[in-house]
């Protein structure tokens, strides 16, 4: 933990979608571990390191907002795709005006977040990573301004903008405790995109992560 990064993030919009909502897009009520990491390989990631989530300070109040949004209602076929990939002579875009479907949208508004995390080292890091070479690295990223992509809450459209901590994480608005019931940790990529789940608490307006998943179980 001697390496760990403490990042404020924040935004107009953010959109954590709920897996149980199928149609419309509903929020949680707070950033999930999983955006959090996602914020962080967009700063920095390299098949030598894994991101771990270990806070989560939520330092705006919680306010929703709804708001209407033009989607896409499929996805180009696979077969083009592979035909593309071939050298085939394919279209690799959808027609607007037939699959542009209208949906309505419960998300947050106004958000700001801590994100504390540290990084571990992974099988595939050779003897050139260690990881006072890819903190040092993270550092100067976050302290430019610099990204592989850009960030963003939940949607392309609700970008991230980022600053370093360098001091002391600031206060959150909230105060005592609120079980958050269960949210999205992350998903198993390697089995079968199985979704993982975690008991969120948030106490004084920070949800432990790493104690949640020891204390609260993962589904």
């Given at each position: 933990?001697?390496?760990?990064?403490?990042?404020?993030?924040?935004?107009?919009?953010?959109?954590?979608?709920?897996?149980?909502?199928?149609?419309?897009?509903?929020?949680?009520?707070?950033?999930?571990?999983?955006?959090?990491?996602?914020?962080?390989?967009?700063?920095?990631?390299?098949?030598?390191?894994?991101?771990?989530?270990?806070?989560?300070?939520?330092?705006?109040?919680?306010?929703?907002?709804?708001?209407?949004?033009?989607?896409?209602?499929?996805?180009?076929?696979?077969?083009?795709?592979?035909?593309?990939?071939?050298?085939?002579?394919?279209?690799?875009?959808?027609?607007?005006?037939?699959?542009?479907?209208?949906?309505a949208?419960?998300v947050?508004?106004?958000?700001?977040?801590?994100?504390?995390?540290?990084?571990?080292?992974?099988?595939?890091?050779?003897?050139?990573?260690?990881?006072e070479?890819?903190y040092?690295?993270?550092?100067?990223?976050?302290?430019?301004?610099?990204?592989?992509?850009?960030?963003?809450?939940?949607?392309?459209?609700?970008?991230?903008?980022?600053?370093?901590?360098?001091?002391?994480?600031?206060?959150?608005?909230?105060?005592?405790?609120?079980?958050?019931?269960?949210?999205?940790?992350?998903?198993?990529?390697?089995?079968?995109?199985?979704?993982?789940?975690?008991?969120?608490?948030?106490?004084?307006?920070?949800?432990?992560?790493?104690?949640?998943?020891?204390?609260?179980?993962?589904?």
């Open positions: 933990m001697g390496y760990g990064i403490r990042l404020k993030v924040w935004g107009d919009y953010a959109c954590f979608t709920r897996p149980e909502m199928k149609t419309e897009r509903v929020s949680y009520d707070v950033m999930t571990p999983s955006a959090a990491r996602g914020i962080l390989e967009a700063i920095h990631w390299k098949p030598a390191i894994r991101w771990k989530i270990d806070r989560i300070h939520v330092l705006n109040p919680v306010k929703f907002d709804n708001i209407r949004r033009n989607e896409r209602a499929g996805k180009i076929p696979a077969g083009k795709v592979k035909s593309a990939l071939r050298g085939g002579d394919v279209a690799l875009f959808q027609d607007s005006s037939q699959d542009a479907v209208q949906r949208s419960l947050l508004r106004d958000v700001c977040y801590g994100i504390e995390a540290h990084f571990e080292l992974t099988d595939q890091a050779g003897p050139e990573d260690t990881v070479k890819h040092n690295i993270v550092l100067r990223r976050i302290r430019k301004g610099q990204c592989f992509s850009h960030p963003y809450f939940g949607c392309r459209e609700f970008p991230v903008r980022f600053e370093l901590v360098e001091e002391e994480m600031p206060a959150s608005c909230y105060t005592g405790e609120k079980d958050l019931g269960f949210m999205l940790y992350d998903i198993d990529f390697a089995d079968e995109m199985k979704a993982i789940f975690y008991r969120a608490v948030m106490v004084d307006g920070i949800i432990d992560v790493q104690r949640c998943l020891a204390f609260g179980g993962v589904s």
